[in-house]
């Protein structure tokens, strides 16, 4: 079966615009089979006239093995006016439907609103706020420093870069929450009278911003490239591939853990456990490599 | 939330605990709805899953019996009143609509 990878950008909470997504895919010949946080994979088929709809289960996790028997009376409620579930990823639950004008899973606005909140707080409030917590003093450090000593901070290279990318990250994390948050009370008030409200959509934003870090990365290994910084260089580079390295690692490794049916709580300790033993490898490896290329006998001698 | 919420039933609320007026099962409830109301109400599968849990934790409705999966619920003496506050209330709507406009 032909299956395409593509990079998508969507908010968790748009559900609306991500049913449009998968709809027009699905007429256009591709049916959504898995998503991750690096890219998602379709696979071909006829091209099909079918409902999508999204859901949000707040107990769902990415390390449960299998469904829990809450989710299965789900499915069963859900198939029994058919819809079929198309995949499950964190909180977020995925059916089509292949009738005609199906009723939707969720006829009643309020529920729609509560359960998606519910499912926010179970991972993507808390890993936001986690982000606002670390990026803030970061960017006020970096602002108050370009307010002062403008001069040492731009020429600090690394400085200056590092700075803007966490200081965007804190500023879209403050966006994105203020946006969902915005449109939840917009929501609840038209829920009151029983109306559906779409969900926000920020994919203009998000591409923006994607594009702008993929300008400063740039500019920033050109920077060291002119400079002829080759350590500088090949540091930014091990930095960035021993995160790839230790991502696609624990990835494996949840997968793995899941395919051996090991509970939930115990694979999120085990996974954790693979993330640190691979993140320290791979930064080892990576330094090793660094001191060797640039011919730093005693440094590697010392360490190693 | 939820006490927030059953002040006043909606249309969903409403026909899920008229179905319960009987021991019945939440899958069975689909089916029902829309057959009492010539398919004018229509409950969503997650709705429902949703309010037979919110019902359940009000005690408007309590478990039968399992089997396997398959739960099956009936009303409570709660769950009855706060119908019959919502018939009182709709009936009385009615009756001052039918003053001004006359019945049909």
Same mark, same amino acid.
């Given at each position: 079966?032909?299956?395409?990878?593509?990079?998508?950008?969507?908010?968790?909470?748009?559900?609306?615009?991500?049913?449009?997504?998968?709809?027009?895919?699905?007429?256009?010949?591709?049916?959504?089979?898995?998503?991750?946080?690096?890219?998602? *994979?379709?696979?071909?088929?006829?091209?099909?006239?079918?409902?999508?709809?999204?859901?949000?289960?707040?107990?769902? #996790?990415?390390?449960?093995?299998?469904?829990?028997?809450?989710?299965?009376?789900?499915?069963?409620?859900?198939?029994?006016?058919?819809?079929?579930?198309?995949?499950?990823?964190?909180?977020?639950?995925?059916?089509?439907?292949?009738?005609?004008?199906? *009723?939707?899973?969720?006829?009643?606005?309020?529920?729609?609103?509560?359960?998606?909140?519910?499912?926010?707080?179970?991972?993507?409030?808390?890993?936001?706020?986690?982000?606002?917590?670390?990026?803030?003093?970061? #960017?006020?450090?970096?602002?108050?420093?370009?307010?002062?000593?403008?001069?040492?901070?731009?020429?600090?290279?690394?400085?200056?870069?590092?700075?803007?990318?966490? *200081?965007?990250?804190?500023?879209?994390?403050?966006?994105?929450?203020?946006?969902?948050?915005?449109?939840?009370?917009?929501?609840?008030?038209?829920?009151?009278?029983?109306?559906?409200?779409?969900?926000?959509?920020?994919?203009?934003?998000?591409?923006?911003?994607?594009?702008?870090?993929?300008?400063?990365?740039?500019?920033?290994?050109?920077?060291?490239?002119?400079?002829?910084?080759?350590?500088?260089?090949? #540091?930014?580079?091990?930095?960035?591939?021993?995160?790839?390295?230790?991502?696609?690692?624990?990835?494996?490794?949840?997968?793995?853990?899941?395919?051996?049916?090991?509970?939930?709580?115990?694979?999120?300790?085990?996974?954790?456990?693979?993330?640190?033993?691979? #993140?320290?490898?791979?930064?080892?490896?990576?330094?090793?490599?660094?001191?060797?290329?640039?011919?730093?006998?005693?440094?590697?001698?010392?360490?190693? | 939330?939820?006490?927030?919420?059953?002040?006043?039933?909606?249309?969903?609320?409403?026909?899920?605990?008229?179905?319960?007026?009987?021991?019945?099962?939440?899958?069975?409830?689909?089916?029902?709805?829309?057959?009492?109301?010539?398919?004018?109400?229509?409950?969503?599968?997650?709705?429902?899953?949703?309010?037979?849990?919110?019902?359940?934790?009000?005690?408007?409705?309590?478990?039968?019996?399992?089997?396997?999966?398959?739960?099956?619920?009936?009303?409570?003496?709660?769950?009855?009143?706060?119908?019959?506050?919502?018939?009182?209330?709709?009936?009385?709507?009615?009756?001052?609509?039918?003053?001004?406009?006359?019945?049909?």
């Amino acid at each position: 079966m032909k299956r395409k990878r593509r990079q998508e950008l969507f908010a968790f909470y748009d559900d609306t615009a991500l049913k449009s997504h998968l709809e027009k895919m699905a007429k256009n010949g591709w049916m959504i089979e898995k998503m991750s946080n690096y890219f998602w *994979t379709y696979v071909k088929t006829e091209p099909r006239d079918i409902t999508f709809e999204i859901t949000y289960h707040h107990a769902a #996790s990415e390390f449960d093995p299998h469904r829990s028997d809450d989710q299965e009376t789900f499915d069963e409620f859900c198939e029994h006016t058919g819809w079929k579930l198309a995949l499950s990823w964190h909180q977020m639950q995925i059916y089509y439907n292949e009738k005609t004008s199906p *009723t939707p899973i969720q006829t009643d606005p309020n529920i729609r609103l509560e359960a998606m909140h519910k499912a926010m707080w179970s991972n993507y409030l808390i890993s936001n706020i986690i982000i606002l917590l670390i990026s803030i003093p970061i #960017s006020v450090m970096f602002i108050a420093g370009m307010i002062r000593v403008p001069e040492e901070v731009i020429k600090s290279g690394t400085g200056l870069f590092v700075g803007i990318l966490v *200081t965007l990250l804190a500023v879209y994390t403050i966006f994105d929450l203020t946006v969902y948050f915005r449109w939840r009370k917009k929501a609840l008030i038209l829920a009151e009278n029983g109306e559906f409200c779409p969900s926000p959509n920020t994919s203009i934003v998000q591409r923006c911003v994607i594009y702008f870090t993929y300008l400063i990365l740039a500019v920033w290994l050109l920077n060291k490239f002119i400079k002829f910084d080759m350590l500088m260089m090949l #540091s930014i580079f091990s930095y960035y591939a021993s995160f790839a390295v230790a991502a696609i690692a624990v990835n494996k490794a949840k997968d793995m853990f899941k395919h051996l049916n090991v509970e939930r709580d115990m694979n999120k300790f085990l996974s954790f456990i693979v993330a640190l033993i691979v #993140s320290f490898i791979t930064v080892r490896f990576f330094i090793y490599i660094i001191l060797l290329v640039t011919g730093n006998r005693e440094m590697i001698e010392l360490l190693f | 939330m939820p006490r927030e919420k059953f002040k006043t039933l909606t249309e969903q609320m409403f026909y899920i605990l008229l179905c319960l007026k009987e021991e019945c099962c939440g899958m069975d409830i689909l089916d029902r709805v829309p057959e009492m109301t010539n398919g004018r109400v229509n409950v969503g599968s997650g709705t429902l899953y949703n309010l037979l849990e919110q019902f359940l934790a009000e005690e408007m409705i309590r478990e039968t019996k399992v089997e396997g999966r398959k739960r099956s619920y009936i009303i409570t003496p709660k769950g009855s009143d706060r119908l019959r506050e919502e018939y009182d209330r709709i009936t009385a709507q009615a009756s001052d609509y039918e003053k001004l406009f006359g019945g049909k």
